[in-house]
């Protein structure tokens, strides 16, 4: 369970998979991880919760050795270190546009002397690992995920992806085609564009290109761009596209009379 293994998957160039928790709830929580994620994304940005919603789902993630992924509302120390010390394995920092926030990002998510983020975890408290060595280790644990959403993040990708410490570049589809006058169109040849190029900037830097769709066709396709760390849908809405198809089927055809 500890460390758990994306980061060394990430070193090791090999794909990451996850998928999204939409609410948190335990037991969805365990319907999610008996799928086996590298990870699972508990969003904080635009969900109405807080860490303090998530009890201990993250703990409950990394004793089914599934790496739990906290996305936090901005790059803020303090929502960045209630975030990790709640069990986050991977801390997502939404709108990342300059070297110096890319730096500030760092700062926050590693322990002295890499870092500023102030100690004192809680999730192993629920898990029953060893609090000390827990904190020694954090630094080689802690995988830090950036997310390029704008013109402007993409203009400096070069620059970030020099300022050691950040394991993957995460775009953000909607907001990059916002940021592009194409709000809600991710398709847009635009939004494509770019996508298909950050995998290629970020080649032998040590970096993985991230991003997150849900369907799988496209996310083959980002695969084969060279994305390597990629979430997969969630799996509340897959669900209901299964439930609101068998549905029609059934209205039409209650029998399955041919």
């Known amino acids: 369970m500890y460390p758990n293994g994306v980061r060394a998957k990430l070193k090791a160039g090999e794909i990451v998979l996850g998928t999204a928790l939409a609410v948190p709830s335990p037991i969805v929580a365990g319907m999610i ?14 969900q109405p919760f807080g860490t303090e919603s998530l009890g201990a789902i993250p703990a409950l993630a990394r004793m089914r050795g599934v790496a739990p992924m906290i996305r936090v509302a901005w790059n803020d120390p303090a929502l960045i270190k209630k975030a990790y010390d709640v069990g986050a394995v991977i801390v997502m920092i939404p709108q990342v546009n300059t070297v110096d926030e890319a730096k500030k990002a760092v700062e926050y998510s590693r322990y002295p002397p890499e870092g500023s983020r102030g100690i004192s975890p809680t999730w192993p408290m629920v898990t ?6 827990v904190i020694k280790s954090a630094n080689e644990e802690t995988v830090l995920v ?7 993040a993409f203009e400096n990708i070069d620059e970030i992806a020099k300022v ?25 040849k635009e ?13 032998g830097t040590g970096i993985a290109a991230g991003t997150t769709l849900g369907d799988l066709s496209e996310i083959q396709e980002k695969l084969g761009w060279g994305y390597r760390f990629m979430n997969v849908g969630n799996a509340i809405s897959y669900g209901a596209q299964t439930v609101k198809q068998n549905l029609e089927i059934l209205r039409k055809n209650p029998t399955g009379a041919r």
């Open 33 to 46: 991880l008996s799928t086996e994620p590298d990870f699972v994304w508990l969003d904080l940005e635009h």
């Open 128 to 133: 029953g690992e060893d609090w000390v060595s």
């Open 146 to 152: 950036i997310q390029l959403e704008s013109v402007e």
């Open 164 to 188: 050691p410490g950040i394991d993957v570049i995460l775009v953000g589809p909607m907001d990059l085609s916002a940021s592009l006058g194409k709000i809600t169109e991710t398709g847009s």
């Open 191 to 203: 939004v494509q564009a770019i996508m298909k190029e950050v995998p290629k900037r970020l080649e």
